[in-house]
């Protein structure tokens, strides 16, 4: 959103401000010493931690202005509201007053020189770290310090994406996807593009606003993206050309062609309909890239997969929802063409074709007449095996290998609040596990992932070698 508050706000300038030593992401608050998401005020540099860890950032806030409505603002106090503040790691900014993130600047353009010169603190820290870490792989006697993974000695280059400003669901998404081998290979493969002339060997173009008058092809673009993220060169990539590009030509890309994309994700539904006055069914088949699933009423109150009140809800109760026999409600009534007119019937979901990674969206968000709510309840999924076969149509026309799948990914939402809240993933890469939060990159664990209250799963189509476990 356009903020009306950084011109009274943002009292920093980058070279007299005085930030702490180290790397921006890891600094601490002030108050309770945790280095789990440090804010930095723009009035006065202080750090202290964000709202999803005691929210001492918002305190900061909230004392600034006790003293503004007790005694006559000067106009010195006027301008030093403490309003404004800007998150380490990802370096999106955030204002109190208007409760949102926001994404202008002030005339000076001083929100950007903020951030850029964190993201030079930021990339001198990972530089030194490098250099440390060199010097470490140099001294055999010292190779115990690094992480060991299968009895071998390994460096973790996996590399964050930062937060444009509200941007954390895209970046969650795009480390998911880079962890998908069969989709991300596909562009890293491809030639990257020699912009001659506005020319780009055959593929369109589009303008963004980080490029300005430069030719940026989206393929490229997303190439380059998925490319960064493995290189270990920094510690996080700033997905901002990606995301200009795709804001610019999101209206041509609904064409519906046949890409990349349909041939990974794509699968095929059976939707029968039953008219339950003549019998009269109908059926057709609808495409889609990926299946959202309601999680059944009965599990909505149980938000932890450790409460004894009742069973857990898992993945098969969400899909056995979602292909089960419905009947339709008054304000769904079919138009029967035997009828002719609306009768009341029966719908139900066949999976007629299997995509290649399959893609589960859990309905985590509730709207009603006059309620808008998230839905809490934990729903356990599995790691590996994840048995697809009973919702086919024709289940004895598939071999029992092209049915079971593996979790690549995870995409977790953060927060109570329908329009509000915050993003991560957890992505498999090469048998290891890691947590993506924007910039942030940690190596976690299996049992981590279990717990994790999923909103979209991406599994991929288990090759014939694999064993033969299930759900």
């Not at 001294?139 to 930062?162: D, E, H, M, P």
């Not at 959202?292 to 969400?318: A, M, T, Y």
């Amino acid at each position: 959103m356009e903020c009306p508050h950084l011109s009274s706000s943002v009292c920093i300038a980058p070279d007299s401000a005085k930030f702490p030593n180290g790397s921006p992401s890891s600094w601490c608050c002030s108050v309770c010493r945790s280095n789990k998401s440090p804010w930095v005020c723009l009035t006065c540099s202080s750090v202290h931690c964000g709202r999803y860890v005691n929210g001492h950032a918002k305190k900061h806030y909230e004392d600034a202005q006790i003293p503004l409505t007790n005694h006559k603002k000067s106009e010195k106090q006027e301008k030093a509201q403490h309003t404004v503040c800007m998150d380490c790691s990802s370096y999106s900014t955030y204002c109190y007053r208007c409760d949102d993130f926001v994404i202008n600047d002030t005339k000076l353009g001083l929100v950007q020189k903020v951030r850029e010169h964190l993201q030079n603190l930021e990339n001198s820290a990972f530089t030194a770290d490098r250099h440390r870490k060199r010097k470490l792989l140099e001294n055999s006697s010292l190779n115990s310090k690094l992480l060991k993974v299968n009895g071998s000695t390994t460096a973790i280059c996996a590399t964050g994406l930062r937060n444009l400003g509200n941007t954390c669901f895209m970046n969650a998404i795009l480390q998911s996807l880079s962890n998908i081998e069969q989709f991300c290979c596909y562009f890293k493969e491809l030639p990257a593009v020699e912009l001659r002339n506005g020319k780009t060997a055959g593929r369109r173009t589009y303008h963004t606003r980080s490029q300005g008058d430069n030719n940026v092809s989206l393929v490229e673009e997303f190439r380059k993206t998925l490319c960064a993220l493995w290189q270990g060169s920094q510690t996080a990539f700033s997905p901002e050309s990606l995301f200009y590009v795709v804001w610019k030509i999101m209206p041509n890309f609904r064409n519906g062609a046949s890409t990349v994309v349909t041939a990974i994700f794509g699968g095929i539904l059976q939707n029968e309909v039953n008219c339950l006055i003549c019998g009269t069914e109908s059926r057709k088949f609808d495409p889609f890239l990926d299946l959202s699933l309601d999680i059944p009423s009965q599990f909505r109150n149980k938000r932890s997969k450790n409460q004894e009140n009742g069973p857990v809800c898992s993945l098969r109760d969400c899909l056995r929802s979602f292909t089960d026999l419905e009947e339709l409600d008054e304000t769904e009534l079919y138009m029967c063409h035997k009828c002719k007119k609306k009768q009341k019937s029966t719908k139900k979901f066949w999976i007629q074709k299997l995509p290649k990674v399959l893609c589960l969206h859990l309905k985590r968000f509730h709207w009603t007449a006059y309620l808008r709510n998230k839905v809490d309840t934990y729903v356990e999924f599995p790691l590996r095996g994840l048995d697809m076969k009973c919702y086919l149509l024709e289940p004895e026309n598939s071999g029992p290998e092209n049915c079971l799948y593996d979790l690549a990914a995870v995409v977790v939402h953060h927060g109570s609040g329908v329009g509000s809240g915050h993003y991560t993933a957890y992505a498999t890469h090469e048998g290891r596990w890691f947590h993506f939060n924007d910039s942030t990159v940690t190596l976690t664990d299996e049992d981590t992932v279990v717990k994790a209250k999923a909103y979209i799963l991406f599994y991929v189509e288990r090759q014939a070698k694999a064993g033969s476990d299930k759900l």
